[in-house]
């Protein structure tokens, strides 16, 4: 049985340390909240994902998402499908990539990214960014089997989990592809 995936923390904070550190205007609340991100610890991820049972999980950092979801799915031998609308993205950060606040790490995953990434038409540049984005400190990635992804949201939010968003299946061909849609 193929898995979905699931991310207990929104994208975007590599955005925002960098557009702090290039001196652009960043909200209070959004430095906040990525400050909450990256010092939460995943004590309580873990513990879900043992009592569920999941088949893997990745932090989400420097390769930003896209980069650790190809490599999971290329070692596992399997396809992604990503419902771009259903990745959770902090409130300000697409705004972010569209004023520049894009490190060099960002860059890099979208130029490598482009042989692995099959991206649908109407998805922006500022939505590529963001699923690309370096972070320093993300949430993770989660595969679980269909059957028990309520149960794992449901143990993530119990254990004081910042967020639980699934955001879509792998399959079983064109190994170590990403695809990402629109959801629409």
């Avoid at 001196?23 to 400050?35: H, I, N, R, S, Y």
Wanted: hydrophobic share 45%.
């Amino acid at each position: 049985m193929l898995s979905c995936r699931a991310m207990n923390a929104p994208l975007g904070s590599g955005m925002v340390t960098t557009a702090l550190d290039q001196g652009l205007p960043c909200d209070a609340d959004l430095v906040e909240a990525v400050t909450t991100i990256m010092v939460t610890l995943n004590q309580g991820a873990s513990r879900a994902m043992l009592e569920v049972g999941v088949h893997a999980a990745t932090d989400v950092t420097g390769f930003g998402l896209l980069g650790h979801l190809h490599d999971l799915a290329l070692g596992s031998g399997v396809s992604a499908v990503v419902e771009v609308d259903q990745v959770p993205i902090l409130p300000g950060v697409l705004q972010l990539a569209e004023a520049g606040a894009v490190s060099n790490g960002t860059r890099n995953n979208l130029r490598f990214l482009q042989e692995h990434v099959s991206w649908g038409l109407d998805i922006s540049h500022s939505q590529r960014i963001a699923l690309s984005d370096a972070q320093t400190s993300g949430g993770l990635l989660i595969a679980v089997p269909p059957d028990r992804a309520g149960a794992l949201a449901a143990k993530l939010t119990a254990y004081g989990c910042l967020s639980c968003q699934i955001i879509g299946p792998l399959e079983a061909d064109n190994h170590g592809t990403i695809f990402i849609r629109d959801g629409m």
